[in-house]
């Protein structure tokens, strides 16, 4: 069901003053970095391995992640799971009553992606994603 951890999402205040870390400290390298506009938030993908460091940055005060943010700090948001068929995945996870918050959407890096929520994961936000942008009617 599950092919390997695709990333491990980092929320930060700043991308680029996460980067004098990330780059400069960790000799890591930028790979994409762009806007998920529908979440509001600046992403950038750092490879290492067959994995990556996702930074997340919320792009207002009025986004999720913000708010998060403002509460938390600035530390790790979320792990992601690449699966085959997110659909197929989904499926077998709900059966089990373990449901998805917000739906199927478009996510970063061209994939489709889909949250469980820490209190059904044991503390840990869940993504779930998919290569490509098929399959978002789940």
Do not use: W
């Amino acid at each position: 069901m599950l092919k390997k951890i695709d990333h491990v999402g980092i929320l930060v205040s700043s991308i680029q003053e996460s980067l004098k870390f990330y780059q400069d400290t960790l000799d890591l390298t930028v790979a994409n970095m762009e806007e998920v506009e529908k979440e509001g938030v600046r992403v950038a993908f750092l490879p290492i391995g067959e994995s990556k460091i996702e930074l997340l940055e919320p792009l207002s005060k009025g986004v999720p992640l913000y708010h998060i943010l403002e509460k938390r700090g600035e530390g790790i948001h979320h792990i992601a799971f690449e699966t085959q068929s997110l659909s197929d995945c989904l499926n077998k996870i709900s059966a089990s009553g373990v449901l998805p918050i917000g739906g199927v959407r478009p996510g970063g890096n061209k994939k489709i992606v889909a949250f469980l929520h820490p209190k059904q994961t044991h503390g840990v936000l869940v993504e779930l994603c998919q290569k490509g942008e098929k399959d978002l009617e789940v």
